[in-house]
Nanobody, 125 residues
Framework: QVQLVESGGGLVQAGGSLRLSCAAS????????MGWFRQAPGKEREFVGG????????YYADSVKGRFTISRDNAKNTVYLEMNSLKPEDTAVYFC??????????????????WGQGTQVTVSS
């Protein structure tokens, strides 16, 4: 079992940057694939990016590729989402999630069994 708590959201102007953090409880953090999702009002939750258990590989949705970077520190039980060149369409509640599935990659909501409460990111134009 792992509990996740996001932080770092806020209001930023278009073109700006934010860094989200997700702190995990428990001793098994390194056994989970970690992912970031977002959900805008009236829209479905969508995949943003993920990172493998060791942190050796990251993968992203096309909409954020080249602008967002995911990293993790297994010693600190924390995963990060660095967001640069933010756009108004990035406005959403951002969630971190943990998956304990076979393989190294997970992208779907149903693959992730543990979720944080979310943090609001608002990008003004």
């Amino acid at each position: 079992q792992v509990q996740l708590v996001e932080s770092g959201g806020g209001l930023v102007q278009a073109g700006g940057s934010l860094r989200l953090s997700c702190a995990a409880s428990g001793r098994t953090f390194s056994s989970y694939i970690m992912g970031w999702f977002r959900q805008a009002p009236g829209k479905e939750r969508e995949f943003v990016g993920g990172i493998t258990r060791s942190g050796g590989m990251t993968y992203y949705a096309d909409s954020v590729k080249g602008r967002f970077t995911i990293s993790r520190d297994n010693a600190k039980n924390t995963v990060y989402l660095e967001m640069n060149s933010l756009k108004p369409e990035d406005t959403a509640v951002y969630f971190c999630a943990a998956a304990n599935v076979g393989g190294n990659v997970a992208r779907t909501v149903s693959s992730f069994e543990h979720w944080g409460q979310g943090t609001q990111v608002t990008v003004s134009s």
